[in-house]
């Protein structure tokens, strides 16, 4: 019969959590690392912004959209407070 250890100690591993502080101060995000940010999907995202409930993005060229750095910053430090 195999013995269990049942005084091993689980391991905690730190998940880094994304906070403004990892972000630059100035420049763009694209949606994968904008989702990176915040607590909701890609639909919700776009939901959002067509609400303008969430900063709208930037067209750059046909094929890239970003979002500015200071505008998401913005608005994380505008969430919770009324």
């Known amino acids: 019969m195999?013995?269990?250890n049942h005084t091993a100690k689980l391991a905690?591993?730190?998940i880094p959590f994304?906070?403004?502080?990892?972000?630059?101060?100035?420049?763009?995000?694209r949606q994968v690392q904008v989702l990176k940010l915040v607590p909701f999907s890609k639909s919700t995202l776009w939901r959002r912004?067509?609400?303008g409930t969430f900063p709208k993005p930037l067209k750059?060229?046909?094929r890239?959209?970003?979002?500015?750095?200071?505008?998401?910053?913005?608005w994380i430090d505008q969430q919770g407070s009324s």
């Open 2 to 4: 195999r013995q269990v």
């Open 12 to 14: 905690v591993t730190a």
């Open 18 to 29: 994304p906070n403004s502080l990892d972000m630059p101060t100035t420049g763009f995000h």
């Open 49 to 51: 912004v067509k609400e």
């Open 60 to 62: 750059l060229s046909d």
């Open 64 to 74: 890239v959209t970003v979002w500015r750095v200071e505008d998401i910053k913005l």
